[in-house]
């Protein structure tokens, strides 16, 4: 069974877990947000090789990928952080290319909000087209699947509503 690697990063705690095909987690750790994204970023590759090793994978063979769940705004087109008010420092941080380069691996960026729609699109909604879906914690977020499909908007932050 294929698995990824997961990472949800909030504004005082990182999220990581390998996670299967079904949705399953294997493994999972957390760890406080460092304020530096480059402190970050060894940290989680760092945590992500262990967590690998827990489930009795080698990053770059399996799990096939990472996918990173952002605090928003992000810019769609390239991955980078645009500027969340509850990471300051990560402003205009190219978050894809710096975890993607520690793992030598692909990693995959999305707004933490639309990834959470996504998710719950796919685990949660069992078969529904249409879905809102709003994240209330460090920040507040929100995210709308139509016709099954993610709304973007122009920028990549449509129902971004904590930004509105």
Known sequence: MRSVLAVDIGGTKIAMASIDDDGDVRSRRQI???RDPEDAIELVAATLRAIATDVGVAIGREP???GVACPGPL???DDVVGAPPNLP???GFDLRAHLSQALAMPVHV???ANAATIAEARFGGHGVDDIVYYTISTGIGGGA???GRLVRG???NACELGHV
């Open 145 to 147: 699947f139509v016709d």
């Open 64 to 66: 096939v990928a990472c």
């Open 110 to 112: 999305e707004n933490d």
């Open 75 to 77: 810019s769609a087109a």
């Open 32 to 34: 406080p947000t460092p």
């Open 89 to 91: 420092a990560w402003h």
């Open 154 to 156: 122009s920028s990549g």
